[in-house]
Protein backbone atom coordinates (compact mmCIF):
# COMPACT_ATOMS: atom_id res chain seq x y z
CA UNK A 1 0.00 0.00 0.00
CA UNK A 2 1.35 3.41 -1.35
CA UNK A 3 2.06 6.13 1.29
CA UNK A 4 1.00 9.54 0.94
CA UNK A 5 1.29 12.80 3.12
CA UNK A 6 -0.38 16.10 3.37
CA UNK A 7 0.64 19.34 4.77
CA UNK A 8 -1.82 21.45 6.38
CA UNK A 9 -4.40 18.39 6.75
CA UNK A 10 -6.62 20.32 9.34
CA UNK A 11 -7.73 22.95 6.56
CA UNK A 12 -10.26 22.93 4.23
CA UNK A 13 -8.36 21.97 1.32
CA UNK A 14 -5.60 19.50 3.18
CA UNK A 15 -8.64 17.71 5.08
CA UNK A 16 -10.06 17.07 1.68
CA UNK A 17 -7.12 15.74 0.07
CA UNK A 18 -6.85 13.12 3.22
CA UNK A 19 -10.16 12.28 2.68
CA UNK A 20 -9.82 11.49 -0.98
CA UNK A 21 -6.19 9.64 -0.42
CA UNK A 22 -7.60 7.50 2.28
CA UNK A 23 -10.88 6.48 -0.21
CA UNK A 24 -8.25 5.83 -2.50
CA UNK A 25 -6.57 3.40 -0.15
CA UNK A 26 -3.63 5.07 0.45
CA UNK A 27 -1.63 5.30 4.07
CA UNK A 28 -1.98 9.27 4.97
CA UNK A 29 0.41 11.03 7.03
CA UNK A 30 -1.24 14.24 7.95
CA UNK A 31 0.57 17.02 9.12
CA UNK A 32 -1.34 19.05 11.59
CA UNK A 33 -0.61 21.92 13.78
CA UNK A 34 0.15 20.79 17.77
CA UNK A 35 -2.90 20.18 19.20
CA UNK A 36 -4.95 20.07 15.90
CA UNK A 37 -6.47 16.72 15.07
CA UNK A 38 -5.87 15.07 12.13
CA UNK A 39 -9.35 14.50 9.94
CA UNK A 40 -7.85 10.59 8.97
CA UNK A 41 -4.40 8.51 9.09
CA UNK A 42 -1.71 9.49 11.21
CA UNK A 43 -1.87 12.46 13.24
CA UNK A 44 1.96 14.22 12.24
CA UNK A 45 2.48 17.78 14.85
CA UNK A 46 4.26 20.36 13.77
CA UNK A 47 4.88 23.76 13.04
CA UNK A 48 5.44 23.91 9.03
CA UNK A 49 8.35 26.43 9.56
CA UNK A 50 9.94 24.85 12.14
CA UNK A 51 13.18 23.23 10.57
CA UNK A 52 13.26 20.37 13.02
CA UNK A 53 9.47 19.82 13.27
CA UNK A 54 9.08 19.76 9.48
CA UNK A 55 12.55 16.89 9.77
CA UNK A 56 10.61 14.93 12.76
CA UNK A 57 7.25 15.11 11.19
CA UNK A 58 8.29 13.16 7.82
CA UNK A 59 10.32 10.96 9.49
CA UNK A 60 7.91 9.52 11.63
CA UNK A 61 5.63 9.18 8.76
CA UNK A 62 8.77 6.87 6.85
CA UNK A 63 8.92 5.07 9.60
CA UNK A 64 5.58 4.49 10.36
CA UNK A 65 4.08 4.42 7.52
CA UNK A 66 6.60 3.66 4.63
CA UNK A 67 8.43 6.51 2.65
CA UNK A 68 5.80 8.83 1.11
CA UNK A 69 5.60 8.29 -2.65
CA UNK A 70 2.69 11.35 -2.69
CA UNK A 71 3.46 14.44 -0.84
CA UNK A 72 1.15 17.39 -1.35
CA UNK A 73 1.45 21.12 0.70
CA UNK A 74 -1.08 23.01 1.53
CA UNK A 75 0.00 25.17 4.56
CA UNK A 76 -0.59 28.89 3.87
CA UNK A 77 -2.48 32.02 5.88
CA UNK A 78 -3.23 35.34 4.28
CA UNK A 79 -1.95 38.96 5.04
CA UNK A 80 -4.04 41.80 3.75
CA UNK A 81 -4.17 45.55 3.09
CA UNK A 82 -1.81 47.58 0.85
CA UNK A 83 1.21 47.45 0.05
CA UNK A 84 2.82 50.49 1.94
CA UNK A 85 0.88 49.55 5.20
CA UNK A 86 2.58 45.87 5.63
CA UNK A 87 5.05 45.91 8.43
CA UNK A 88 7.61 44.29 8.55
CA UNK A 89 6.60 41.82 11.05
CA UNK A 90 3.41 40.96 8.77
CA UNK A 91 5.66 40.55 5.96
CA UNK A 92 7.97 37.74 7.14
CA UNK A 93 5.21 36.02 8.89
CA UNK A 94 3.39 35.69 5.58
CA UNK A 95 6.23 34.61 3.77
CA UNK A 96 7.32 32.18 6.22
CA UNK A 97 4.60 29.88 6.37
CA UNK A 98 3.50 29.92 2.63
CA UNK A 99 7.04 30.25 1.37
CA UNK A 100 9.47 29.23 3.88
CA UNK A 101 7.63 26.37 4.68
CA UNK A 102 7.42 25.16 0.81
CA UNK A 103 11.52 24.96 1.18
CA UNK A 104 11.80 22.92 4.53
CA UNK A 105 8.85 20.48 3.51
CA UNK A 106 11.03 19.99 0.01
CA UNK A 107 14.05 19.36 1.11
CA UNK A 108 13.01 16.74 3.74
CA UNK A 109 11.14 14.40 1.68
CA UNK A 110 13.45 14.62 -1.56
CA UNK A 111 15.24 11.28 -0.30
CA UNK A 112 11.74 9.99 0.23
CA UNK A 113 10.27 10.62 -3.16
CA UNK A 114 13.39 9.72 -5.02
CA UNK A 115 13.40 6.27 -3.37
CA UNK A 116 9.70 6.03 -4.67
CA UNK A 117 9.83 8.12 -7.71
CA UNK A 118 7.21 10.06 -6.62
CA UNK A 119 5.63 13.02 -6.79
CA UNK A 120 5.23 16.28 -5.05
CA UNK A 121 2.64 18.64 -5.29
CA UNK A 122 2.47 22.23 -4.37
CA UNK A 123 -0.45 24.90 -3.36
CA UNK A 124 0.18 27.93 -4.67
CA UNK A 125 -3.03 30.80 -5.56
CA UNK A 126 -4.17 32.35 -8.57
CA UNK A 127 -3.50 35.85 -7.22
CA UNK A 128 0.28 34.56 -7.58
CA UNK A 129 -0.41 34.73 -11.12
CA UNK A 130 -2.51 38.05 -11.61
CA UNK A 131 -1.02 39.97 -9.15
CA UNK A 132 -3.85 39.93 -6.38
CA UNK A 133 -5.13 42.20 -4.43
CA UNK A 134 -5.57 44.00 -0.92
CA UNK A 135 -8.02 41.28 0.54
CA UNK A 136 -4.90 38.61 1.01
CA UNK A 137 -1.99 41.28 0.58
CA UNK A 138 1.19 41.67 -1.39
CA UNK A 139 2.82 39.25 0.83
CA UNK A 140 0.40 36.30 -0.45
CA UNK A 141 1.26 37.65 -3.10
CA UNK A 142 4.60 37.22 -3.46
CA UNK A 143 5.00 34.35 -1.56
CA UNK A 144 2.73 32.11 -3.72
CA UNK A 145 4.68 33.39 -6.52
CA UNK A 146 7.20 31.86 -4.98
CA UNK A 147 6.40 28.65 -4.58
CA UNK A 148 5.50 28.69 -8.56
CA UNK A 149 9.35 29.50 -9.21
CA UNK A 150 10.38 26.75 -6.51
CA UNK A 151 8.10 24.07 -8.26
CA UNK A 152 9.71 25.32 -11.88
CA UNK A 153 12.95 24.75 -10.42
CA UNK A 154 12.40 21.51 -8.67
CA UNK A 155 10.59 19.76 -11.67
CA UNK A 156 14.30 20.78 -13.80
CA UNK A 157 16.67 19.43 -10.95
CA UNK A 158 14.91 16.68 -9.59
CA UNK A 159 13.29 15.00 -13.09
CA UNK A 160 17.10 13.06 -12.80
CA UNK A 161 15.63 11.20 -9.86
CA UNK A 162 12.42 10.61 -11.29
CA UNK A 163 10.74 12.97 -8.99
CA UNK A 164 7.29 14.73 -10.63
CA UNK A 165 6.87 18.51 -9.00
CA UNK A 166 3.75 20.09 -9.61
CA UNK A 167 1.47 23.35 -8.61
CA UNK A 168 -2.17 23.59 -8.41
CA UNK A 169 -3.49 27.45 -8.26
CA UNK A 170 -6.89 27.70 -6.80
CA UNK A 171 -9.20 31.01 -7.02
CA UNK A 172 -11.15 31.55 -4.66
CA UNK A 173 -11.95 28.38 -3.01
CA UNK A 174 -15.34 27.66 -0.23
CA UNK A 175 -13.09 27.20 3.25
CA UNK A 176 -13.13 28.48 6.32
CA UNK A 177 -10.15 30.78 5.02
CA UNK A 178 -13.02 32.94 3.57
CA UNK A 179 -14.73 33.53 5.93
CA UNK A 180 -12.99 36.32 7.49
CA UNK A 181 -14.41 38.50 3.92
CA UNK A 182 -17.87 38.48 5.40
CA UNK A 183 -20.65 36.98 3.31
CA UNK A 184 -20.57 40.00 0.34
CA UNK A 185 -17.23 39.73 -0.06
CA UNK A 186 -17.71 36.29 -0.95
CA UNK A 187 -20.63 36.92 -3.19
CA UNK A 188 -18.47 38.88 -5.12
CA UNK A 189 -15.53 36.68 -5.51
CA UNK A 190 -18.12 33.72 -6.51
CA UNK A 191 -19.92 36.25 -9.32
CA UNK A 192 -16.44 37.47 -10.93
CA UNK A 193 -15.86 33.89 -11.88
CA UNK A 194 -17.22 33.47 -15.26
CA UNK A 195 -18.91 30.02 -13.87
CA UNK A 196 -20.73 32.24 -11.35
CA UNK A 197 -19.63 30.53 -8.06
CA UNK A 198 -16.86 29.94 -5.59
CA UNK A 199 -14.70 26.66 -6.09
CA UNK A 200 -15.04 23.60 -3.80
CA UNK A 201 -12.62 21.93 -1.71
CA UNK A 202 -13.15 18.40 -3.09
CA UNK A 203 -12.65 19.83 -6.70
CA UNK A 204 -9.05 20.93 -5.68
CA UNK A 205 -9.06 17.27 -4.01
CA UNK A 206 -9.73 15.82 -7.02
CA UNK A 207 -7.56 17.65 -8.80
CA UNK A 208 -4.68 16.84 -6.19
CA UNK A 209 -5.69 12.84 -6.53
CA UNK A 210 -5.00 12.91 -10.50
CA UNK A 211 -1.42 15.01 -10.01
CA UNK A 212 -0.88 12.31 -7.70
CA UNK A 213 -1.45 9.55 -9.36
CA UNK A 214 0.34 6.92 -12.52
CA UNK A 215 -1.92 8.67 -14.35
CA UNK A 216 -0.21 11.97 -14.52
CA UNK A 217 3.24 10.83 -15.34
CA UNK A 218 3.91 12.72 -17.58
CA UNK A 219 3.50 16.13 -15.99
CA UNK A 220 5.71 17.41 -14.23
CA UNK A 221 6.49 21.68 -13.49
CA UNK A 222 2.90 22.42 -14.57
CA UNK A 223 1.04 25.00 -12.34
CA UNK A 224 -3.11 23.98 -13.00
CA UNK A 225 -5.38 26.86 -11.82
CA UNK A 226 -8.85 26.00 -10.31
CA UNK A 227 -10.60 28.87 -10.74
CA UNK A 228 -14.32 28.88 -12.09
CA UNK A 229 -12.22 30.98 -15.08
CA UNK A 230 -11.48 33.53 -13.33
CA UNK A 231 -8.01 32.78 -14.74
CA UNK A 232 -7.47 32.05 -18.31
CA UNK A 233 -3.95 30.37 -19.01
Avoid at 44 to 53: G, H, K, V
Avoid at 127 to 138: D, H, Q, R, T, Y
Avoid at 183 to 194: N, S
Wanted: proline share 6%.
Amino acid sequence: MECALVTGAAGGIGSAVVRRFVERGLKVGAMVLPGQEAPAGLALPAEATDEAQVAKAVAQCADELGPPRWVVHTVGITGEGPFVDVSLEDWNRVVDVNLTSTFLLARAVHPHLKQTRGALLMYSSTNAINGGNELSGPAYTAAKAGIIGIVRYLAREWAADGIRVNAIAPGPIDTPMLDRLGPERRAFLAERAPLGRLGTADECAAMTDFLCSDAAGHMTGTITNISGGLLLD
